[in-house]
């Protein structure tokens, strides 16, 4: 896929007040901890991650979208009536049905010739979104669109806490399933799109490429389909195999993204890869032949945050000047089921807001 009309007009994200370091969330596991013998520091040891942050129980991720979502209007000062198409791309949504995007839609006050929806695609839920209204406004359906999603992990590692306490046929290896979901963190990252012809930034989406390795979708899955803020869910994941066939994957898809964008290895400037933790990001980038300096992480303070990672790494990493204007921008998405997606973006400006969510 390529563009030539599309820019990444600006970014607006949300992060919580709450702050769990690893060490804390240790200390919840203290039982299964000490039947296994489980050695303190292990979790920060083997993820490289020292805390994440949660929203506080029963915040809804429209909420938060819509935080993120008016954050990113007013970075670009865009006039919300050109809004053609929100797209709501988190795993964490309020409910099963309606979308989420109908409720971001209408706290937005969007007009009502927006098209609005859901995806869900794991970890690049928000990159899909990001695709799709690239797509809508290369071929002239729609000048401008908001793609945002909010991930709330609370639930998640709470859940698994009290299962590994309570589980006590568990073992040192079939512990292993669970470490995954304890990396899980919250945030919140909403990104804007406009036709060229609108522009303030020109920060143009150069490319994109995709690759479904499907063949290991059963590496990472949840139990039943659950949503709203009263979800209690449970991942299951063989973490090295889905990193090492991830990266066979991001791998694989490289060709195409380096055909699709005309651009060599040497020509990228700086990268932002899925935020997994330090053995995904030292595999990834050497097996790409990437150097590791142009990487950006936030993962040692966010943890991984699912469909919001890449992107608001990406918001952290221009606003703190890691990416500057002239660079060119590869972000390298995987996800479970195997999922690949990269994106080429020649950046030029960068426009991004931010808050920290303090309930009312």
Same mark, same amino acid.
């Given at each position: 896929?390529?563009?030539?009309?599309?820019?990444?007009? %600006?970014?607006?994200?949300?992060?919580?007040?709450?702050?769990?370091?690893?060490?804390?969330?240790?200390?919840?596991?203290?039982?299964?901890? @000490?039947?296994?013998?489980?050695? /303190?520091?292990?979790? /920060?040891?083997?993820?490289?991650?020292?805390?994440?942050?949660?929203?506080?129980?029963?915040? @809804?991720? %429209?909420?938060?979208?819509?935080?993120?979502?008016?954050?990113?209007?007013?970075?670009?000062?865009? *006039?919300?009536?050109?809004?053609?198409?929100?797209?709501?791309?988190?795993?964490?949504?309020?409910?099963?049905?309606?979308?989420?995007?109908?409720?971001?839609?209408?706290?937005?006050?969007?007009?009502?010739?927006?098209?609005?929806? *859901?995806? %869900?695609?794991?970890?690049?839920?928000?990159?899909?979104?990001?695709?799709?209204?690239?797509?809508?406004?290369?071929?002239?359906?729609? /000048?401008?669109?908001? =793609? =945002?999603?909010?991930?709330?992990?609370?639930?998640? =590692?709470?859940?698994?806490?009290?299962?590994?306490?309570?589980?006590?046929?568990?073992?040192?290896?079939?512990?292993?399933?669970?470490?995954?979901?304890?990396?899980?963190?919250?945030?919140?990252?909403?990104?804007?799109?406009?036709?060229?012809?609108?522009?303030?930034?020109?920060?143009?989406?150069?490319?994109?490429?995709?690759?479904?390795?499907?063949?290991?979708?059963?590496?990472?899955?949840?139990?039943?389909?659950?949503?709203? =803020?009263?979800?209690?869910?449970?991942?299951?994941?063989?973490?090295?195999?889905?990193?090492?066939?991830?990266?066979?994957?991001?791998?694989?898809?490289?060709?195409?993204?380096?055909?699709?964008?005309?651009?060599?290895?040497?020509?990228?400037?700086?990268?932002?890869?899925?935020?997994?933790?330090?053995?995904?990001?030292?595999?990834?980038?050497?097996?790409?032949?990437?150097?590791?300096?142009? *990487?950006?992480?936030?993962?040692?303070?966010?943890?991984?945050?699912?469909?919001?990672?890449?992107?608001?790494?990406?918001?952290?990493?221009?606003?703190?000047?890691?990416?500057?204007?002239?660079?060119?921008?590869?972000?390298?998405?995987?996800?479970?089921?195997?999922?690949?997606?990269?994106?080429?973006?020649?950046?030029?400006?960068?426009?991004?807001?931010?808050?920290?969510?303090?309930?009312?």
């Amino acid at each position: 896929m390529q563009y030539t009309d599309v820019c990444i007009e %600006s970014f607006g994200y949300t992060i919580p007040e709450e702050i769990w370091d690893s060490a804390t969330l240790e200390a919840k596991l203290e039982p299964i901890y @000490k039947r296994l013998r489980l050695p /303190e520091g292990r979790l /920060e040891l083997m993820t490289g991650i020292k805390e994440r942050r949660f929203w506080p129980r029963e915040t @809804k991720p %429209s909420e938060l979208s819509q935080n993120s979502a008016r954050l990113a209007l007013e970075a670009a000062d865009f *006039d919300p009536s050109r809004v053609g198409s929100l797209i709501h791309g988190s795993v964490c949504r309020d409910f099963l049905e309606p979308a989420t995007a109908c409720t971001v839609h209408n706290q937005l006050g969007l007009p009502r010739k927006c098209l609005i929806f *859901d995806v %869900s695609n794991a970890c690049l839920g928000i990159l899909t979104g990001v695709v799709q209204a690239a797509n809508m406004i290369q071929l002239g359906q729609i /000048e401008a669109a908001l =793609v =945002v999603g909010s991930e709330g992990g609370r639930q998640l =590692v709470e859940t698994t806490i009290n299962t590994l306490n309570r589980d006590t046929s568990l073992t040192r290896k079939s512990i292993k399933s669970a470490v995954a979901s304890l990396t899980i963190g919250s945030a919140s990252c909403a990104v804007l799109l406009t036709h060229a012809s609108i522009s303030q930034t020109q920060n143009r989406l150069v490319a994109a490429a995709v690759n479904a390795n499907t063949q290991f979708h059963d590496l990472c899955q949840s139990h039943n389909d659950q949503a709203g =803020v009263e979800m209690q869910p449970l991942m299951k994941t063989d973490s090295e195999k889905l990193m090492h066939h991830g990266v066979e994957t991001g791998v694989a898809t490289l060709p195409n993204f380096l055909e699709q964008s005309q651009w060599s290895i040497p020509d990228i400037d700086r990268v932002i890869c899925h935020q997994v933790g330090v053995a995904h990001q030292k595999l990834m980038l050497q097996s790409l032949g990437i150097n590791p300096d142009l *990487d950006y992480s936030t993962f040692p303070w966010l943890g991984n945050t699912g469909a919001a990672a890449l992107p608001i790494t990406m918001a952290v990493a221009c606003e703190k000047e890691f990416i500057t204007p002239g660079q060119r921008v590869a972000m390298l998405g995987i996800g479970s089921g195997i999922n690949c997606m990269m994106l080429g973006v020649e950046w030029n400006k960068t426009c991004v807001r931010s808050s920290i969510f303090k309930p009312q």
